[in-house]
């Protein structure tokens, strides 16, 4: 059962609506269900003498009186709506159902607290079948206005309870953190407009992907190239921006642009809370381009690593949802970085994890700079390392899992299901991009001498879990890594007791496939003592343009290319 309050300022204008025909014939046999006064409200849905001017001067005519005593004017938004709408697949419920609804919400939110004969008017509306709307004026008999703070969180909690009380749907509780849901306008026009969703989601999946910058400056250049116009708000005393608004290509109104401020889009991607992860100008060059190519997916799968350890061990609240909030900035350039069928998936896990990456808990952004740079630099990679990029989404899905597992433990239950889908979505992603590998790398295995000697190491360095990994459908792809790796200048014996080390294997299914990832991402030796003879290529100074989907080079996209 979903609330969603808001405020307006026309009384008759609502009133119209819920009686009228709807947007779309979608309202059929408009009535009333429950009111301040059943008796001394007419209802024009089954009073066809009733009329809306009628209805409307009878509900509004308090606010007017009061403030007209006080030598005041009618307060600005004085018209409180709370459409209630019951989950798909709910049962259906009668009038009598809706009126206790109806009356529980406004108890709850403080538009007519029980047994209060001073409180606000309302009205509860029903004009179809899984949704009433209730309105209200905001002005109480004796003059006062009603005290509605946090009103939007405390309809939640009390349709939390009706949905236990009626055998309903149990949906996720809120913390006022979750971004605003279109509107059945905006959902209409997208429909009419053939369009996959609304123009307010997709601007805030744009700005989310496009916010794994370098800086503010590069965050609006990503989202002009793809014709999104911006707005910046001047204050007009210091001449800085404060705030900014979007407006998605073709989405208008009378010919004009529909402009939806970052704020308005999610809490996080208000100007103020980009300014605390990203700095207003772009002062550090780019990373150089190095010889060894996948140094940026070595550092950004290490980072991931480190994360998921800090927010399972580091008992620092802020500290891991400030890591939580940099993982996802690396989800989205993890995706744009991946080649490959499986990017879908990660860009679904990172679209998934916008609703995790925050919750009422306030990030300590300093405290996770190490993966933001790290998912920064992933935006310019260039090279597909193959293997490596694998290694990397299977350390992403252990950071989505624990994540998930974070947000559960302190009751942040809509940021744990996002977490989980997350988790889904990179676990199917990883599954489509690690099986051919792992096949190939079974076929490549080395001689039955070469794997009876890795068998040996692996049962010295790892005793209790060398059965385990033996037993392991993977353990043939992990002996040719194994032989990889000492072409690579590592010691077999020593490498599987120190990649063990790096994360226990007691929880782990696939106990080969863990320890085949992490073998993946260590560097190669050789190549790294070559390099500092200065035998393996030069630095190059000049700063890598970057690719053409990257951040900075995304080509322009129409609305009609909406995912």
Request: charged fraction near 30%; aromatic fraction near 6%; glycine fraction near 6%.
């Amino acid at each position: 059962m979903v609330p969603d309050v808001s405020t307006g300022s026309s009384t008759l204008g609502l009133i119209n609506y819920l009686f009228g025909k709807g947007r779309r014939d979608e309202h059929t046999d408009p009535h009333i269900v429950a009111a301040w006064d059943m008796a001394g409200a007419p209802d024009p849905g089954r009073d066809p003498e009733a009329t809306y001017t009628r209805l409307a001067r009878r509900l509004d005519h308090h606010v007017d009186l009061r403030t007209r005593e006080l030598g005041g004017k009618k307060p600005p938004q004085h018209v409180w709506h709370c459409p209630v709408r019951t989950a798909p697949g709910d049962r259906y419920l009668t009038d009598a159902e809706w009126a206790e609804v109806a009356r529980r919400v406004v108890a709850a939110t403080g538009i007519a607290p029980e047994g209060d004969e001073k409180a606000c008017r309302w009205i509860a509306v029903r004009h179809a079948d899984d949704h009433i709307h209730i309105m209200a004026t905001t002005v109480r008999a004796d003059g006062r206005r009603p005290r509605t703070n946090r009103d939007g969180w405390r309809a939640q909690r009390e349709c939390r309870k009706i949905e236990a009380e009626f055998g309903l749907r149990r949906l996720k509780s809120g913390d006022l953190t979750a971004p605003r849901t279109p509107t059945g306008a905006e959902r209409a026009k997208a429909e009419r407009q053939g369009l996959e969703e609304p123009a307010r989601e997709w601007l805030r999946e744009q700005a989310y992907a496009a916010a794994a910058v370098r800086s503010i400056d590069e965050y609006f250049t990503v989202l002009r190239s793809l014709g999104i116009q911006v707005r910046p708000r001047i204050g007009p005393e210091t001449g800085e921006v404060t705030g900014y608004s979007l407006a998605a290509p073709g989405d208008t109104t009378s010919g004009k642009p529909v402009w939806y401020g970052g704020s308005k889009l999610a809490p996080d991607l208000s100007y103020d809370r980009l300014c605390e992860r990203l700095p207003t100008q772009d002062l550090a060059d780019r990373p150089q381009q190095v010889a060894d190519p996948t140094e940026t997916w070595h550092r950004a799968e290490t980072a991931i690593r480190h994360a998921r350890h800090v927010v399972l061990d580091s008992g620092d609240d802020a500290v891991a949802q400030g890591h939580l909030d940099a993982f996802g900035d690396t989800l989205h350039n993890l995706a744009l970085a991946t080649h490959g069928a499986h990017r879908a998936e990660l860009q679904a896990a990172a679209r998934a994890f916008n609703r995790a990456r925050r919750s009422a808990i306030r990030a300590d952004h300093q405290a996770a700079t190490v993966l933001r740079e790290a998912a920064k630099e992933l935006a310019y990679a260039t090279h597909d390392p193959g293997g490596l990029a694998i290694a990397l989404v299977f350390a992403a899905l252990h950071l989505a899992r624990a994540a998930a597992k974070w947000h559960e433990q302190r009751g942040h239950e809509q940021q744990a299901a996002a977490a989980d889908e997350a988790f889904r979505h990179l676990q199917a992603g990883y599954q489509q991009a690690a099986q051919p590998v792992l096949a190939d790398l079974a076929r490549r295995a080395p001689r039955a001498a070469t794997i009876s000697r890795f068998e040996q190491d692996l049962r010295a360095a790892l005793p209790d879990h060398a059965d385990r990994v033996l037993a392991d459908p993977a353990w043939p792809a992990l002996t040719t890594t194994l032989a990889r790796a000492e072409t690579a200048g590592h010691n077999p014996r020593h490498l599987l007791a120190e990649v063990a080390a790096q994360r226990e294997l007691d929880t782990a299914d696939r106990p080969a496939e863990v320890i085949n990832w992490r073998i993946t991402v260590q560097p190669n030796r050789r190549r790294q003592a070559a390099l500092r003879r200065g035998k393996a290529g030069t630095v190059a100074s000049a700063t890598p343009s970057p690719r053409a989907d990257s951040p900075a080079g995304r080509p322009r996209e129409g609305r009609g290319q909406r995912r």
